[in-house]
């Protein structure tokens, strides 16, 4: 197993805030073993910071291409960072 860590910083664009985006993403993250967190934007974006193993952050990414089922993601920005050694998993 290998321990090499990525950081990803996320914004998912469109209607995702007031659909439980935040909070599926906590969710999710939690589940995958990803550290990290997620906030509303006052452009009205959700923003995030996820590090963990490459495949498990990949996989929260997907989450952020699409959000929870009331969500409508237009677009997505992702940018690398480099890991900080985060733990656990915020919602702010």
Do not use: K
């Amino acid at each position: 197993m290998s321990a090499e860590r990525i950081r990803r910083r996320v914004v998912s664009y469109g209607r995702v805030q007031g659909v439980f985006f935040r909070d599926s993403a906590r969710r999710s993250a939690l589940s995958h073993g990803v550290a990290g967190w997620v906030r509303n934007r006052p452009d009205g974006a959700v923003e995030a910071v996820l590090e963990g193993p490459p495949h498990a952050v990949e996989r929260l990414l997907e989450f952020f291409r699409h959000g929870p089922r009331q969500a409508e993601v237009e677009h997505v920005q992702v940018a690398e960072e480099p890991p900080e050694g985060l733990s656990g998993f915020e919602v702010r």
